[in-house]
């Protein structure tokens, strides 16, 4: 094993320490892509993975001939493999959500950025605790829409890419300073509302036509097609923040709120923007 330089918030960069529990040669940071599912404990403390098939499929994953991010991998073979590793750590795992993240690296041995031949699908898992650090689950949004950009047309917004989180990072550090836990993202000069952080977004209102609707944005390239939004009967449609206030004046909002896979359903109190 490597010896690294292993950094916490407490200790800032140690000197070099064994990583012992993972170890991986990439080469080529390029290439990184995961997945989020989870199993629940069901009767007798036995954990049932939940629909897992939705998330472990080409197209979830990238790797459809459109987009062709991932190498082409045996769907079921990865089910067999998860089912096993829940399958051994079950015992352990008493009464809780067990969060399990495939993921995917390119181990491309040359440092360019390109499609790469050599690569590793691995499988880690955690016990599921509490996913935002406020106590009432009730979210504070924070909107700064020309200083950051999530996703943008013809990117990788629709794919769980390792990229698309590394640049969310500042606009997420400077809603913790504003003592919110997500970032509303927004998008283009009319500022439509995307998505909340790694939430797929929802409006529960009375429309501008007066009529009541569950709405959210359009999958597109900028929209991760969330699993836990399947689950909803929908309205797919552009909703911009002169919308929403105009909404919260007139008193037509009803609800708002967040869905996805670790943190489930989780409301919108407040939205705090620049001015
Ligand atoms: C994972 C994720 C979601 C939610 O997807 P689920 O399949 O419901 O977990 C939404 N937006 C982003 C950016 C995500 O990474």
């Not at 529990?21 to 007798?44: C, M, N, R, T, W």
């Not at 950025?113 to 499988?123: G, R, T």
């Not at 709405?215 to 399947?230: E, H, K, M, N, S």
Request: hydrophobic fraction near 35%; glycine fraction near 8%; aromatic fraction near 10%.
């Amino acid at each position: 094993m490597p010896p690294a330089l292993r950094h916490s918030r407490q200790t800032q960069f140690s000197i070099a320490a064994w990583i012992t529990f993972l170890y991986v040669i990439s080469h080529s940071s390029s290439h990184q892509l995961f997945e989020g599912l989870k199993a629940y404990p069901g009767d007798h403390k036995r954990l049932r993975l939940f629909r897992p098939m939705l998330n472990i499929n080409a197209d979830r994953m990238c790797g459809s001939d459109e987009k062709n991010y991932v190498f082409a991998f045996d769907e079921s073979e990865l089910l067999e493999c998860i089912r096993r590793l829940v399958e051994i750590d079950q015992d352990w795992v008493s009464n809780a959500d067990l969060y399990i993240r495939p993921t995917f690296i390119s181990t491309e041995p040359s440092l360019g950025v390109k499609k790469p031949a050599h690569a590793l699908l691995y499988v880690i898992m955690c016990l599921l605790g509490p996913y935002f650090d406020n106590k009432t689950g009730v979210l504070a949004l924070w909107a700064d829409p020309p200083k950051y950009t999530r996703a943008w047309k013809g990117g990788t917004g629709d794919c769980k890419m390792g990229g698309n989180y590394g640049c969310s990072l500042s606009a997420q550090y400077e809603a913790v300073d504003y003592g919110c836990q997500q970032v509303l993202w927004l998008h283009g000069e009319d500022h439509q509302i995307t998505e909340a952080g790694t939430m797929n977004i929802f409006l529960h209102w009375i429309n501008e036509h007066g009529d009541e609707e569950l709405a959210t944005p359009p999958q597109d390239d900028i929209i991760l097609p969330g699993v836990t939004r399947q689950k909803f009967e929908v309205t797919e449609r552009y909703l911009t923040m002169s919308q929403l206030f105009s909404a919260l004046k007139q008193q037509r909002v009803k609800e708002m709120f967040g869905s996805g896979t670790a943190c489930m359903i989780r409301p919108t109190g407040r939205i705090i923007r620049e001015r």
